[in-house]
């Protein structure tokens, strides 16, 4: 199929980063981030900070989490929609996905799954332990991890903080990552717009077959096989 120069080099099963399944995945990973963000001044002297951590500090997050525990219904529900409109977006761009949509796409998906176990086994894990109190207020063991490898393991109070700071962190980077491969494929497909124009003024035969195409072409031989 020869290019026209009025038209697309694109598939028309392609879904590309402007399409509205993009912002169906964008929105919702720039709103997780958000809330990350609004968890960072808690998160940052369990990690990061040089001072020691006081038990006024840790009694203070620890009021802040069983706040956020004890909300409504309603706000875990909206929560979990969102997230659904997520895999939502991905999914709409993976249906007859083209080559471009498996490498960016697909990988955006990976890491998105990658996040949503996070979220259920480090973050609401965590944030159950807290709210039932397994040893009391003021107690030394806070919470106990059952690991596929080590074995139970009792952590304390600030020990069981610092996991849930930690994987406050590990979201964060996760869904920067995708933020970061649907850039890449706005890019990518801005680079194939200026070769296509470039191609086009040097008034070069350029020949693409589309995803129908290609797909029409693996049928014939296909048949031609089973001819055989």
């Not at 973050?123 to 159950?128: A, I, L, Q």
């Amino acid at each position: 199929m020869k290019l026209d120069p009025n038209k697309t080099t694109m598939s028309q099963n392609y879904r590309g980063s402007g399409s509205f399944a993009t912002f169906l995945i964008i929105g919702p990973v720039c709103f997780f981030l958000g809330i990350l963000f609004a968890s960072f001044p808690y998160d940052f002297p369990l990690l990061w900070s040089p001072n020691p951590i006081t038990p006024l500090h840790i009694s203070q997050i620890e009021t802040h989490l069983r706040f956020m525990h004890a909300a409504p219904p309603l706000i875990s529900r909206l929560l979990h929609m969102i997230i659904a409109v997520g895999f939502l977006g991905f999914f709409t761009k993976l249906y007859r996905a083209a080559e471009s949509n498996f490498l960016f796409d697909g990988g955006s998906l990976l890491l998105y799954l990658i996040a949503a176990g996070v979220y259920i086994t480090n973050v609401v894990t965590p944030m159950n332990a807290l709210a039932e109190q397994l040893e009391g207020e003021g107690g030394e063991k806070f919470a106990v991890h059952n690991g596929p490898l080590t074995g139970e393991v009792e952590l304390t109070r600030e020990e069981s903080l610092r996991v849930l700071s930690a994987s406050h962190t590990i979201l964060a980077f996760v869904l920067v990552g995708v933020l970061v491969l649907q850039a890449g494929q706005w890019y990518a497909e801005k680079r194939e717009r200026e070769d296509y124009a470039a191609w086009v003024a040097r008034g070069e035969p350029v020949e693409v077959m589309d995803s129908d195409e290609e797909q029409e072409k693996e049928e014939e031989r296909g048949e031609g096989k089973k001819d055989a």
